[in-house]
């Protein structure tokens, strides 16, 4: 029983974290894919 609460705790503490880090807003002027120059 202890395990399932330790992975519980894991997944709940890792989604807290990746929410965080989606509320600061960083990822709305991340450039993922570059923009080609079309004269090339």
Request: charged letters at 20%; aromatic letters at 12%.
């Amino acid at each position: 029983m202890a395990c399932w609460c330790a992975v519980t705790a894991y997944i709940v503490v890792t989604g807290i974290g990746f929410l965080a880090r989606f509320l600061q807003g960083r990822w709305k002027t991340m450039q993922v894919i570059e923009r080609v120059d079309p004269k090339r």
